[in-house]
T-cell receptor
Framework: GAVVSQHPSRVICKSGTSVKIECRSL??????MFWYRQFPKQSLMLMAT?????????EQGVEKDKFLINHASLTLSTLTVTSAHPEDSSFYIC????????????FGPGTRLLVL | GQSLEQPSEVTAVEGAIVQINCTYQ??????LSWYQQHDGGAPTFLSY????GLEETGRFSSFLSRSDSYGYLLLQELQMKDSASYFC????????????FGPGTRLSVLP
């Protein structure tokens, strides 16, 4: 299957700083990637859809100025959490559709963010 | 809009068969997917049903009935490593390319 990588896997930062998370499709091109957030023992909540070469589409309630998404190439999308606060601590996961079928999503390994 | 419901927890013993149900409300969707997620890990794709009926992939099978707005994931010959959370998901026809995930079912396999 298609491989999606994510970096870093873990990050601890101080409140007020910004954190960038990278999501890469390693063996296929992804015009669309998705960013999710997951709190412990809860489901995946879609934050935004990242579109290569255009602006991201944010879900209702997600602050686009706080969660900056850039999809500069067909294999890379980045999520920057700006001015992070403790309540932003969560598990962030990206995904991309399989090139063979749009019905399968391949997920990155996730990034665990802890804001102190 | 779309919403999916799953049982929150299921417990079974090694070697048993377990069925995880998913009921949904949606105005239209392409198909029903299932994902497995171990603690601390990312979801991995298990199965997809575009049409009604049963899809079998090794020990895992998935079923869809559009008329009943219902699907399930069947796990046979349970192993300890199957202990994980299982999510059903749909991609709505009127929802762009986005997937909506169910709340997840925590499966615990006991020895």
């Amino acid at each position: 299957g298609a491989v999606v990588s994510q970096h870093p896997s873990r990050v601890i930062c101080k409140s007020g700083t910004s954190v960038k998370i990278e999501c890469r499709s390693l063996d296929f091109q992804a015009t669309t990637m998705f960013w999710y957030r997951q709190f412990p023992k809860q489901s995946l909540m879609l934050m935004a859809t990242s579109n290569e070469g255009s602006k991201a589409t944010y879900e209702q309630g997600v602050e686009k100025d706080k969660f900056l998404i850039n999809h500069a190439s067909l294999t890379l999308s980045t999520l920057t959490v700006t001015s992070a606060h403790p309540e932003d601590s969560s598990f962030y996961i990206c995904s991309a559709n399989s090139p063979e079928t749009r019905e399968t999503q391949y997920f990155g390994p996730g990034t665990r963010l802890l804001v102190l | 809009g779309q919403s999916l419901e799953q049982p929150s927890e299921v417990t079974a013993v090694e070697g048993a068969i377990v069925q995880i149900n998913c009921t949904y409300q949606t105005s239209g969707f392409y198909g029903l997917s299932w994902y497995q997620q171990h603690d601390g890990g990312a979801p991995t794709f298990l199965s997809y049903n575009a049409l009604d009926g049963l899809e079998e992939t090794g020990r895992f099978s998935s079923f869809l009935s559009r008329s009943d707005s219902y699907g399930y994931l069947l796990l046979q010959e349970l192993q300890m490593k199957d202990s994980a959370s299982y999510f059903c998901a749909v991609r709505g026809i009127n929802y762009g390319q986005n997937f909506v995930f169910g709340p997840g079912t925590r499966l615990s396999v006991l020895p």
